[in-house]
């Protein structure tokens, strides 16, 4: 069995992350490079995917970040069929459509921030911004929040991290890219259930789930298809990356 680890230039921490635990538990892996993947089709029906190293076979897909590659969306659809992704392309660009994910959300009941969704029209804009309340960038639910949200990890369907993230100082975003702190923390039962419902109504196995937690409950902030779940393993004994590998080798019984 073959890993295919797709690498987008956007974010290289997880797959250099799940090729080094690759190769440390001797599990054969196949780098695919996102900006030259593409795919040939023949006249007599034949599909070939390949990239810039040459043509791309494997059995398994681990998670991947698609936005900016539309050519790599029919060739990983192309792999996806022939072996098993624990995040289907369509999941993948659901996460990626924020104005999706929230559909998806809504039609499974899950709890989530407010969202407007309008045309660029700036009188539109104007009005749904005056329906949500000034400053449009942050939601009431946020500034509630005081700048922390929480991140959830889940993986093969099955919870594995969370940690809860403060901003830092004179900002509003909680993202640990912008200089957030974070420490581990638990949910609470009805926390536990809302991320993996969320996970689902998207349809992704492995995803990154970000919390508020409000005066009114728990509210989804957020879906990610390819967390950057490598700046939480110092808050976890057990190797993350080893546990997304390992679930991404894995297809689970059907039900």
């Not at 804009?125 to 500034?143: F, L």
């Not at 929480?150 to 890219?177: F, K, Y």
């Not at 991320?195 to 409000?214: C, E, F, I």
Request: glycine share 10%; proline share 6%; charged share 20%.
């Amino acid at each position: 069995m073959t890993l295919g680890v797709a690498r987008s230039p956007h974010a290289t921490n997880v797959a250099d992350r799940l090729l080094a635990v690759a190769e440390r538990l001797g599990v054969p892996a196949r780098v695919i490079d996102l900006p030259s993947l593409g795919l040939s089709v023949q006249p007599h029906g034949d599909v070939t995917v390949a990239d810039e190293r040459g043509p791309v076979a494997v059995s398994s897909l681990a998670p991947y970040l698609l936005f900016g590659f539309p050519a790599a969306v029919h060739a990983l659809r192309a792999l996806e069929r022939g072996g098993y992704a624990q995040n289907p392309v369509d999941g993948v660009l659901r996460a990626d459509d924020k104005a999706a994910t929230a559909q998806c959300l809504a039609q499974a009941g899950v709890a989530q921030v407010r969202t407007e969704i309008c045309g660029a029209d700036p009188g539109r804009v104007a009005a749904a911004a005056a329906r949500i309340g000034y400053p449009v960038v942050v939601p009431a639910e946020v500034t509630e929040s005081a700048g922390r949200s929480v991140r959830a990890v889940i993986t093969g369907g099955q919870l594995l991290a969370v940690t809860e993230r403060a901003a830092a100082a004179r900002e509003w975003r909680s993202n640990i890219a912008g200089g957030a702190a974070q420490h581990r923390v638990e949910l609470t039962g009805d926390e536990r259930e809302l991320v993996l419902s969320a996970a689902r109504a998207v349809g992704l196995g492995h995803a990154g789930v970000d919390l508020l937690r409000t005066r009114h409950g728990p509210r989804v902030l957020e879906v990610n298809s390819c967390p950057d779940f490598t700046s939480m393993q110092p808050h976890y004994g057990e190797d993350l990356a080893e546990a997304v590998l390992r679930a991404s080798l894995t297809r689970p019984a059907p039900l």
